[in-house]
Structure formats: C-alpha cells, structure tokens
Nanobody
Framework: VQLIESGGGLVQAGGSLRFSCAAS???????MGWFRQAPGSQREFVAA????????SYADSVTGRFTISRDNAKNTVYLQMNSLKPEDTAVYYC?????????????????WGQGTQVTVSS
C-alpha cells in the first residue's frame, strides 16, 4: 500500500490546515493513523481511526483541536487541524495498519507515507 499525503504548509498560530492521505488500494480494512516528528524529537502519535470510522483516538496534546476522519469510498483519511500552535510544527506522517483496533503504537502500523511538513508561526 502506498500512502500519499497532501495539505501541509505554513500557517499562523490559531489557523487551520487539513491533511489528506490517499491510499493506492482499497484500505477499508486498515486502521489509519497520523503521527508527527519535530526536529530532534521522536515520532509521536497524533490520532487514529478504526476501519469503519466509528472509533477514534487522539493524543492529549491535540484533543479538541484535531479531528481524524476517513472516506473508504475514496481510500482517503483526513486530519483537520484547528487552533494550531507553534508546538504543532513537525513533519506529519500518515500510517496504515492491518490490525483490529486503532493504536498509538507506531510499530503497530505496516505502511507509512512520506511525510508532509507543517510550520506554525507565532
């Protein structure tokens, strides 16, 4: 499975961005997740969503500001990011996992996108 992310860029604090991640094949049986990595930091969990979209989970740092969703007909997962903060600056990665439930554990995902940069200016 190839994952192609889009939607990154430069935004001022308080602004919004929306990521898309398109899969190269039918992905309705994959759990999908978003992770991010800031310079000098380890990759960290952001959000995840179940096959059907009924179950979502978020890192505490983004709860209430970010929303993950998916459209299985389009093989695409989204991450809506609102009220962005400078500390959200990072490279964001989309991930797909052949597992029954979403997880915040990066090794639980089998496929990764190339990453897209988000820079939030203060």
């Amino acid at each position: 499975v190839q994952l192609i992310e889009s939607g990154g860029g430069l935004v001022q604090a308080g602004g919004s961005l929306r990521f898309s991640c398109a899969a190269s094949e039918r992905f309705s049986t994959y759990v999908m997740g978003w992770f991010r990595q800031a310079p000098g930091s380890q990759r960290e969990f952001v959000a995840a969503i179940s096959w059907t979209g009924d179950t979502t989970s978020y890192a505490d740092s983004v709860t209430g500001r970010f929303t993950i969703s998916r459209d299985n007909a389009k093989n695409t997962v989204y991450l809506q990011m609102n009220s962005l903060k400078p500390e959200d600056t990072a490279v964001y990665y989309c991930a797909a996992g052949r597992r029954p439930e979403p997880t915040d554990w990066a090794p639980g995902y089998d496929y990764w996108g190339q990453g897209t940069q988000v820079t939030v200016s203060s």
